[in-house]
């Protein structure tokens, strides 16, 4: 249900933001939210930061963890544990050794992974430490990309306030150059321009806060719940590897496995079981 609530977030929150820049007297969207100039050095500054911040090779999980968060659930440990027993039947009856056909039918890559490791190291040391090395290399990646997006969040509204701080220079200049026409005896209406200098510095802080708060945070804390949810699915996953490699009966397994999970989950595997 993760996607699920990601995109209903994201509907309701744009359903939110519409309706408060309607204008109900003409029904009417009000142009004023709309600033090219604005979305430019807030949107444009944000990732000039990002890049410089950051290699470009890493800049590119930006845009598949916003696919991620619309597309991927959280990883199941019910489902994990699920594995790890039927593995062990298949253990009981042919062996660990067994195990090697069923390597190709598994989809899960860290499993995959994990009974690959079965097949290749000897002693338990030696398995757990390749099989944790490739959860923290995971764990690293994912906070890596987490890290984009916080830093995003803190880049957006500094560059708003900059968009503020121009928009303000851009009133005052035009009020001076009024002045100056007023005194040459030309009189000029400068309002438009002050207006256009007033909106750039209102609209900019809007944008700034709004991708901050509604694009950036949201999505790292996203990730974060993607990554602590798949971080756990494989800490059950290794147990249950080393559990096979010690040739645990599918009994012995899942009472170790369920130190793991809630009782709700406890509950359904309980039902799966019987």
């Given at each position: 249900?993760?996607?699920?609530?990601?995109?209903?977030?994201?509907?309701?929150?744009?359903?939110?933001?519409?309706?408060?820049?309607?204008?109900?007297?003409?029904?009417?969207?009000?142009?004023?939210?709309?600033?090219?100039?604005?979305?430019?050095?807030?949107?444009?500054?944000?990732?000039?930061?990002?890049?410089?911040?950051?290699?470009?090779?890493?800049?590119?999980?930006?845009?598949?963890?916003?696919?991620?968060?619309?597309?991927?659930?959280?990883?199941?440990?019910?489902?994990?544990?699920?594995?790890?027993?039927?593995?062990?039947?298949?253990?009981?009856?042919k062996g660990v050794l067994g195990l090697e056909k069923e390597i190709d039918f598994i989809d899960d890559k860290f499993l995959r992974f994990g009974i690959t490791n079965l097949m290749i190291y000897r002693d338990e040391k030696s398995l757990r430490l390749s099989l944790e090395q490739s959860l923290n290399a995971m764990r690293m990646r994912h906070l890596t990309c987490q890290d984009v997006f916080n830093n995003m969040a803190s880049y957006a509204p500094a560059f708003g306030m900059m968009g503020t701080v121009m928009g303000l220079i851009m009133m005052m200049t035009t009020q001076v150059a009024q002045d100056a026409v007023v005194v040459d005896g030309q009189g000029q209406d400068m309002l438009g321009a002050l207006l256009q200098g007033m909106?750039?510095?209102?609209?900019?802080?809007?944008?700034?806060?709004?991708?901050?708060?509604?694009?950036?945070?949201?999505?790292?804390?996203?990730?974060?719940?993607?990554?602590?949810?798949?971080?756990?699915?494989?800490?059950?996953?290794?147990?249950?590897?080393?559990?096979?490699?010690?040739?645990e009966s599918p009994i012995m397994l899942r009472e170790m496995l369920m130190v793991f999970v809630n009782d709700l989950t406890k509950q359904r595997l309980d039902q799966s079981m019987h």
């Open positions: 249900m993760s996607k699920v609530a990601t995109i209903l977030g994201a509907i309701l929150g744009m359903i939110i933001l519409i309706l408060s820049m309607i204008d109900f007297n003409s029904g009417k969207i009000l142009s004023a939210f709309f600033n090219w100039q604005g979305l430019l050095v807030v949107l444009g500054g944000t990732f000039a930061a990002t890049l410089i911040n950051y290699p470009l090779g890493q800049f590119g999980c930006f845009f598949k963890s916003i696919v991620k968060i619309f597309s991927q659930e959280t990883a199941s440990p019910q489902l994990a544990i699920e594995q790890i027993i039927d593995l062990s039947h298949i253990a009981q009856q909106g750039l510095a209102l609209v900019t802080t809007f944008y700034g806060v709004l991708f901050s708060n509604f694009l950036f945070i949201p999505t790292a804390g996203k990730l974060k719940v993607l990554s602590d949810a798949e971080v756990l699915k494989n800490q059950i996953l290794i147990e249950g590897i080393i559990g096979l490699k010690h040739e």
